[in-house]
């Protein structure tokens, strides 16, 4: 948030829920996730992706030099998670919940500048038997991020609940037929929830349109 109360900029660094197959080659694509929905709700900022399928915490350590320390961010919002839970399951590479959180707070470290910051608490909704297995995994990784949050102030979007919650009515299956990647529905419950935490954490009220386009 700027000091005349605008939105600013706004930088979102993540995985493939951020990336949501934007252009990597324009750097106003947003993808067609939940940063579009953000977006279009906030015409009045700038908005910024810069999220990457496939990452996990080390791999956003990787290119943090490049992807978000030019970035002169406002606001930075940081979700990751999940890739360091599936990993372990389909290539045998685990994160522990330490690891994570020593990537984690190397990368807080190293925000540029001083920005409101958005934590996104990573999700799992199974829907195969053998993804329960990933709820433990993944349990350590969300308690570290909630923790950071606390400590740093950072605004927090608690997706696991809120996902888990929504899943018990449409089914996991249509809100992440793998799992994993969002869709429609979820892409803007997703929305929703960062809007509610930014408004929270920026103590103004943001006009949420999400619901009502596209």
């Known amino acids: 948030m700027t000091s005349s109360g605008t939105p600013g900029r706004l930088v ?4 493939s829920i951020t990336d949501a197959g934007r252009d990597r080659g324009d750097a106003t694509s947003l993808g067609d996730g939940f940063v579009g929905l953000v977006a279009r709700a906030l015409p009045d900022a700038e908005v910024v992706n810069v999220g990457i399928g496939g990452d996990r ?22 979700y990751v998670g999940v890739n360091d839970t599936w990993r372990r399951f389909d290539a045998g590479d685990p994160t522990s919940a330490e690891s994570f959180e020593a990537t984690y707070r190397r990368l807080l470290e190293r925000v540029p500048g001083s920005p409101r910051l958005v934590l996104v608490e990573p999700f799992v909704l199974p829907v195969r038997d053998e993804q329960q297995a ?69 103590q103004t009220i943001v006009d949420n349109r999400v619901g009502q386009q596209g």
Do not use: M, N
């Not at 979102?12 to 995985?15: E, L, Q, S």
């Not at 956003?60 to 992807?67: C, F, G, V």
């Not at 449409?170 to 935490?197: E, F, K």
């Open 134 to 202: 990933w709820l433990d995994d993944l349990a350590g990784k969300r308690d570290v991020v909630t923790r950071l949050a606390a400590e740093t102030g950072a605004a927090l979007v608690p997706l696991h609940g809120l996902l888990t919650r929504a899943a018990e009515d449409a089914g996991a299956a249509a809100l992440a037929p793998d799992g994993v990647h969002p869709t429609p529905p979820a892409s803007r419950i997703i929305a929703d929830a960062w809007l509610t935490a930014y408004a929270g954490d920026a």
């Open 57 to 78: 915490a080390v791999d956003l350590e990787a290119r943090w030099e490049r992807d978000v320390a030019p970035s002169a961010p406002d606001v930075l919002t940081v």
């Open 12 to 15: 979102f660094v993540g995985d």
